[in-house]
């Protein structure tokens, strides 16, 4: 009874370091500590009802251990950065290791009747796993928990239930390992095979992230081409119309003279406002400091005139911004897009979109506003409007999701008086 105590505590000891080490946390490290020490009184304290008040209850058992999962992956979800599917990823596979640990500690125990050797081979078992999923596993399970590789990881939190549920079923209920020793070696290659796993799915995660970020960069930096293409060609046809108009000043100032001498007024004022509308015509626009960011913005304007919609712009961006430009610019591309989309089709009303933005130093706003005629559903998951085009559509929120995520802002959408309004804002 003592070594169940024990083996019991040194466990929960454990999954708590675990929490506390491989969950990216939300909170800083001494309130996530107090968080992770509340927890560890809250699940430890029933053992006494499992272990020492009804032992031979297998009810008992069954409900505090079911108690202490939920609990566990409570605590999880509460200081987890994100609090979703991920989260809970890492919580069930924190019960996984542990209760390998305790396992092995068990076996020891079978093998040798000793209770202090016992207690010390169960503490070395546990470091030992917590030492390899630190130097092996602990940096792209945190980068994952941080990243937007994957919608949902539901799926993907079933390993760790199956594997609870057959370490459960071998080790601990209805019989444990003191019953039935035979079932030692099967157990001991289920936490190899739980190992590998872990360690191959992991893996093939992070490089499908990494490989999902290499593909959006290539789309990044390709529009980021297209739209400096568009300017240099804007930039060289507007310097060819300058020089031409240039070149014929000396035609229009003796037009000019003529006219004077004939006292044709009104026509030297229409030669003049010509003058100046081909000035006009040929300025570069900008909108903005930033050359990225003009660049998108320029190319942006320019689709919105070849749809008809009026753009009511208040924007500030600076010339040097405090997060990446090129991301910036297509965050900013993909929700021009998305308010284009809600608005081209409009027939008995005006095509309008308001839009303000502010990228300084110390923060970045991004405040979109435009009517809408279809209805807008939103992902029950994220908050945000989901895609009603099909399978490959709504890759564009995703990336503002994700960016949003990666500077550490929060964005949020609602419908008000039959206008969407969506609104990124970052405090740096």
Known sequence: MYYKNISYTISHIFVVLFMYLFIAPRYSKPKTAAICTAMFFAITAPNVLKLNLFPNSRLCYLIVTVYQIVMTQMTGLIISIKRDSKALFVGLSASNYVIAGSIMATIIYIYTSNLLLCTAGCILTHIVLMFLLYVKLREIWVQIQKKEAMNSWWKLCLIPVFFFCGFSCLAFFPYTLDDYPT??????????????SYVIVLQYVSSESQRTEIYWQNVLFESYIKNLE???????????????????????????????????????????????????????????????????????????????????????????????????????ANLFDNAFNCVKDFTKRRKRIDVKIRCEADHLLIHMVNEYEKEIVFDTETGLPKSQ???????????????SDKIGGSIGCHCEDNAFHIMLFAKF
Not at 389 to 403: C, D, E, P, T, Y
């Open 183 to 196: 079932n030692i070696p099967g157990v001991v290659m289920f936490i190899i095979v739980m190992f590998v």
């Open 230 to 332: 568009n300017q240099y060609y804007l930039v060289e046809q507007s310097e060819k119309n300058l020089r031409i108009l240039q070149h014929d000043m000396r035609h229009y100032s003796g037009m000019i003279d003529t006219m004077l001498e004939q006292g044709e007024y009104n026509e030297i004022k229409k030669v003049t406002e010509h003058i100046n509308s081909v000035s006009a015509e040929n300025k570069v626009t900008r909108y903005c400091s930033n050359l990225v960011a003009n660049a998108m913005l320029c190319c942006m304007m320019e689709k919105a005139y070849s749809l008809s919609i009026e753009v009511q712009r208040d924007i500030v961006i600076a010339r040097e911004i405090p997060v990446d430009s090129y991301e910036f610019a297509m965050v900013v």
């Open 389 to 403: 085009r099909g399978k490959n559509h709504g890759l564009g929120m995703q990336s503002v999701r994700a960016f």
